[in-house]
């Protein structure tokens, strides 16, 4: 399995909190992205190999990146959920953490996540 794998999208009130998850394959720099119908996709954080992280402005302050190399899996802890954090999200993977999504090589299926008003 070479795409990564999203999971735990939901429907949440505003003010709360949701955590996705992204199952990669073997140790990869990991983007997280969303996009909206209508909207190009929008980079919301990214992670490297070591840890070091870099978020969207929109986003700083609410949303943590993290990973746990063991398990090649990667976290984004999303506090503070406003209506417009409501997108579909992806989670990309590749050699280097970047915010341009043309930089990712595999891509995962999205996840939906829904902040109600």
């Known amino acids: 399995q070479v795409q990564p794998v999203e999971s735990g999208g939901g429907l949440v009130q505003a003010g709360g909190s949701l955590r996705l998850s992204c199952a990669a394959s073997?140790?990869?720099?990991m983007g997280w992205f969303r996009q909206v119908p209508g909207k190009e996709r929008e980079f919301v954080a990214h992670?490297?190999?070591?840890?070091?992280?870099y978020y969207a402005n929109s986003v700083k302050g609410r949303f943590t990146i993290s990973r746990d190399n063991a398990e090649n899996t990667g976290y984004l802890q999303m506090n503070n959920l406003k209506p417009e954090d409501t997108a579909v999200y992806y989670c990309?993977?590749?050699?280097?953490?970047?915010?341009?999504?043309?930089?990712?090589?595999?891509w995962g299926q999205g996840t939906q996540v829904t902040v109600s008003s």
């Open positions: 992670i490297n190999i070591i840890g070091d992280t």
């Open positions: 990309a993977t590749g050699r280097v953490a970047s915010q341009f999504a043309r930089n990712y090589d595999y």
């Open positions: 073997g140790r990869t720099a």
